[in-house]
């Protein structure tokens, strides 16, 4: 099944065929004056030479006008080869469709809404032809049955037609379009780019990253060396708190007097202080003076997934991170 783009806004269809497998673009004049364009021929040449096939209008009040608007576009320097011209049903409209396809020009007949219509369009040579279908069943109407019987009649009788699934709403429509058995999609933008989404999919992705993650990454690659937050002996509970606050990180490490890591001091200690009533008249007292927990830590160079094992075995949020003896960092739990 082809895959078009149904748009006429440069920026998303400058992104969405960076994907490098659409088929063609199809737009419209509404699409256009939607988009403030103003020079259409020069909008139409630069899509003609960004796309691979460019479905665009040629309209006319009769067959000779359709016919001279869509010479005048391939003498502007559309390919006939890369440029197919969509012309709405009517009986003007497939008259020309049959005097353009004897010249080799490609055509698409669209604004189907009926099977009947759909037959001449197929009969005149058409080389798509397009049913509407988010407007037809906007109108209540069986829309997927017109397609299939579309689709039932180019196999049938074997016209070269090639059915074109138009007005997609929802990505749903495209499964109907693959289950009908469709030759050819257009999708706004916003669909095609949730066609690949799934919540599921999602959650699986993540999880291989994160697990490749932990079994790549060393721990000096994940902290930030920047926010190593440290107090010595001689500083005082409230500047601990103070830098630990500060950090964002739930302890700050605590070295003694030649540097080396002596503990850490954590915000479940803090409150534990507060709860005891200790709190208060804590906070001139220095570190030396006041009790904390033995550090948890671990080698800047070990794996994430050590780090990971270790801060659930020891059922905490936070390890100090030490490289040859020296802190070097903390590394949460958020990190991994």
């Not at 809404?113 to 005149?124: E, K």
């Not at 109407?141 to 579309?150: K, N, R, S, Y």
């Not at 708190?241 to 003694?256: A, E, H, L, P, R």
Request: contains cysteine; proline residues 2%.
């Amino acid at each position: 099944m082809e895959l078009y783009l149904d748009s006429a806004d440069l920026n998303e269809i400058e992104k969405a065929f960076e994907v490098g497998f659409l088929n063609g673009l199809t737009t419209t004049p509404t699409f256009m004056h939607r988009h403030g364009v103003t020079d259409i021929d020069a909008l139409i040449l630069k899509l003609a030479d960004i796309v691979p096939v460019l479905q665009v209008e040629a309209l006319g009040e009769n067959a000779e006008d359709i016919v001279k608007e869509a010479d005048r576009l391939l003498e502007l320097g559309l390919s006939k080869e890369k440029t197919v011209f969509k012309i709405p049903v009517s009986m003007e409209g497939v008259k020309a469709c049959n005097e353009l396809s004897k010249k080799g020009i490609m055509v698409n007949v669209h604004l189907v809404y009926t099977l009947q219509q759909a037959y001449m369009a197929m009969h005149a040579g058409a080389a798509y032809v397009c049913p509407l279908v988010g407007r037809l069943q906007d109108q209540g109407h069986d829309a997927l049955g017109l397609v299939e019987q579309c689709v039932d009649s180019v196999d049938r009788y074997g016209y070269g037609s090639k059915i074109m699934f138009s007005s997609v709403r929802h990505p749903e429509h495209v499964r109907n379009a693959l289950n009908i058995g469709v030759h050819t999609i257009t999708v706004p933008y916003k669909i095609l780019n949730m066609l690949t989404e799934n919540n599921f999919t999602k959650l699986g992705t993540e999880q291989f990253f994160e697990h490749t993650r932990l079994m790549t990454v060393k721990v000096k690659d994940a902290i930030n060396t920047h926010n190593n937050p440290i107090v010595t002996y001689d500083d005082t509970l409230g500047e601990a708190i103070f830098k630990m606050t500060q950090s964002g990180y739930g302890c700050v490490s605590v070295v003694d007097n030649n540097g080396s890591l002596a503990g850490a001091f954590t915000d479940g200690d803090l409150r534990r202080m507060i709860a005891n009533g200790e709190g208060s008249i804590a906070m001139q007292k220095k570190m030396s003076e006041i009790k904390y927990n033995k550090p948890i830590t671990i080698e800047s160079t070990a794996l994430l997934n050590d780090a990971n094992t270790l801060l659930h075995e020891k059922g905490v949020d936070t390890l100090i991170v030490t490289e040859k003896d020296k802190v070097v960092g903390i590394l949460d739990i958020q990190d991994l």
